[in-house]
């Protein structure tokens, strides 16, 4: 069983088309992310929602609209696609662990990944 | 914005041989997480260091959180092939509402 899944796994389109990207986790995981990763293989935090809130917007252009029907879902809709949307997107979940009661740590399983071109 | 540096960008070297991965920040981090990422897959979770100092030990890699928790290290003993892949640092910088920002990367080829 996947525990992060996202479809497609690639996604070919045309300039200005709009497309979305799905996510699922099956962890029961509380937040959940959309990673980029760029052709110099860099990952940037874009989006979290924690319980279907949003919690992290890190300045992506609005043309990228996060939804999250549920806890355990969260899909990627871009507006008007550009050739700079180019990249590799992540979906990922976490979850909080607490070692004791003063150690708390953060463990993320990451999807593997959705290949955007735009051409 | 923290950012992470990692040292070296590429390294290629023979089966057997020893090697360390650094990441560097000026920032100080809550924790810091090691990923290995290969082709066409997501950055699988290696290790989470916590503490200042700490040193951890999976198999024949061995992670430190540097004293002042703002850098960390990877050391692989007798590298195989199957170690191939891009490492990734990765830090929660912020005490309570955390974002996990990654580093810039090291991809690791081992040679037969």
């Known amino acids: 069983d996947t525990a992060v899944s996202q479809t497609p796994k690639y996604l070919v389109t045309q300039m200005g088309n709009d497309k979305s990207i799905k996510c699922e986790q099956n962890l029961g995981h509380d937040t959940m992310y959309w990673y980029k990763q760029d052709s110099k293989k860099f990952l940037k935090i874009m989006f979290s929602y924690n319980n279907k809130e949003l919690i992290i917007n890190e300045t992506v252009p609005n043309r990228f609209s996060p939804k999250s029907p549920d806890k355990a879902h969260l899909n990627l809709h871009i507006n008007s696609l550009e050739l700079g949307d180019s990249a590799v997107y992540f979906c990922?979940?976490?979850?909080?662990?607490?070692?004791?009661?003063?150690?708390?740590?953060?463990?993320?399983?990451f999807g593997s990944g959705t290949r955007l071109t735009v051409v | 914005t923290q950012l992470l540096e990692q040292s070296p960008q590429f390294l290629s070297i023979q089966e057997g041989e020893n090697l360390t991965v650094y990441c560097n920040s000026s920032?100080?981090?809550?924790?810091l997480q090691w990923y290995r990422q290969e082709p066409g897959e997501g950055p699988v979770l290696l290790v989470t260091v916590v503490t200042g100092g700490e040193v951890k030990k999976l198999k024949r890699l061995t992670f430190q959180f540097g004293d002042a928790r703002k850098d960390s290290s990877l050391h692989i003993t007798a590298a195989q092939p199957g170690d191939t892949g891009l490492y990734l640092c990765a830090a929660l910088s912020n005490f309570g509402n955390e974002k996990l920002t990654f580093g810039t990367g090291t991809r690791l080829t081992i040679i037969p």
């Open positions: 990922a979940s976490s979850q909080d662990i607490w070692r004791d009661p003063t150690d708390r740590v953060v463990g993320y399983t």
């Open positions: 920032s100080v981090f809550s924790s």
